[in-house]
């Protein structure tokens, strides 16, 4: 798995991984979303972006999405929402394994925090799924079965979220030490 984690933390893999999750982020998902708020006339947003939502609030939703709307929003649960988790979840993997990489070294176990992502990567297929079992079973949705999908948003949120975080600390430490590797040098250079 070190191997692995090796080879797919160099700019290689980084940047075309990056450029799909902005393509997917900033043009597809938009590109769908604008498409459901045209067929329900007004603003929906996707259960996988909110922090939290009721049963009431899902069969409002899906109710003003009429069947053009939710048979719309299968295909962006069951295609697009299915691909894109292996998009990111490869790319924060990558990105986390690098900076790992320059904090310890390239055969550390410390490497393994890299795979936090898959946590919120597999949060989020169980969400999904669950989306779709809610847009099938419409309108005869369970308490249950929306607390459910709203926990695992919240468990794929919290989990990315946290893996951010581990990264954005690893990156901070690794420009503070290199800012203070060039005071260093700039001090010994004037001593000299």
Known sequence: MISVLNRIS????ILPLFASFCFVTFRIFPTYSSRLQ???GQEIQLLDIRFSYATSEVLYDFEKLGTEGRDLYKVIAGRIDMIYPIIYGL?????????????????????FIATLPALGVTFDYLEN???L??????PNLTDQGVAWGEQMTRMKLGSLFFSFVVAFSLASFLLIKSLMN???NKIVHRLM
Not at 10 to 13: D, F, G, L, M
Not at 133 to 138: A, E, G, T, V
């Open 182 to 184: 060039c005071k260093e």
């Open 10 to 13: 160099t700019w290689r893999y």
């Open 133 to 138: 079992s809610l847009l099938n079973d419409f």
């Open 129 to 131: 799924l669950n989306t």
């Open 38 to 40: 045209d067929i329900a």
């Open 91 to 111: 790319l924060f993997i990558s990105v986390l394994a690098y900076l790992l990489k320059r904090v310890t070294n390239t055969n550390s176990k410390l490497l």
